[in-house]
């Protein structure tokens, strides 16, 4: 059995009484306040979009007045039947969420930094592998120019480069060219 009603609320007076700074704050209290009164129950949670609506203008502007639909239900929290109602603008959707306190350090929170991680570990391994690929393309891509000016350790391979014509006969560099008066 769910008690739902709607309310026009006057904040008005209430937060003209604060210091401008604490306005919005005061709203809020007075809303808490108002529905304690009206729907008599100490358990009241402002919905989200009702929290948004009072403090959209800041914290020194809030409205004179705001609809509000109230509803009173009860919510099981650790197994005892608890009376909560809920306010929200009138045409926002509604949710209720049923609180169930864990420990800090249950196990399927930890299961979700494992499963982030080994995530993040496969990404990683799988930009590794496509780097790699890109790299044996490129080689296999290369024109036989480049392939002409790279350096060859061994001299068995450098001959044999030669005879096949991939690399040139070794050249003197231009400084050993000149003859020793510096003429060419």
């Known amino acids: 059995?769910?008690?739902e009603r709607i309310y026009t609320i006057p904040l008005r007076k209430e937060f003209s009484r604060a210091p401008n700074y604490k306005r919005t704050k005061?709203?809020?209290r007075t809303i808490r306040e108002f529905l304690q009164k009206h729907m008599k129950c100490d358990n009241v949670k402002l919905g989200k979009y009702l929290n948004l609506e009072l403090w959209k203008n800041?914290?020194?502007?809030p409205p004179p007045r705001i609809q509000v639909k109230a509803i009173k239900d009860k919510i099981k929290i650790k197994d005892k039947d608890v009376e909560v109602v809920q306010?929200?603008?009138?045409?926002?959707p509604i949710e209720f969420k049923k609180e169930e306190k864990k420990d800090s350090y249950s196990l399927p929170k930890l299961g979700r930094k494992k499963d982030k991680q080994e995530e993040e570990k496969k990404e990683v391994l799988e930009k590794e592998e496509k780097r790699e690929t890109k790299l044996q393309k490129?080689?296999?891509s290369k024109p036989e120019d480049i392939l002409k000016h790279q350096k060859v350790s061994s001299k068995e391979a450098q001959e044999k480069m030669r005879s096949q014509?991939?690399?040139s006969s070794p050249q003197k560099?231009?400084?050993e060219k000149h003859d020793a008066k510096g003429k060419k």
């Open 1 to 3: 059995m769910a008690l």
């Open 58 to 61: 800041g914290r020194k502007n």
């Open 87 to 92: 306010a929200e603008l009138i045409n926002a």
């Open 173 to 175: 560099p231009r400084h």
């Open 26 to 28: 005061r709203s809020v």
């Open 165 to 167: 014509k991939i690399i």
């Open 138 to 140: 490129e080689e296999e």
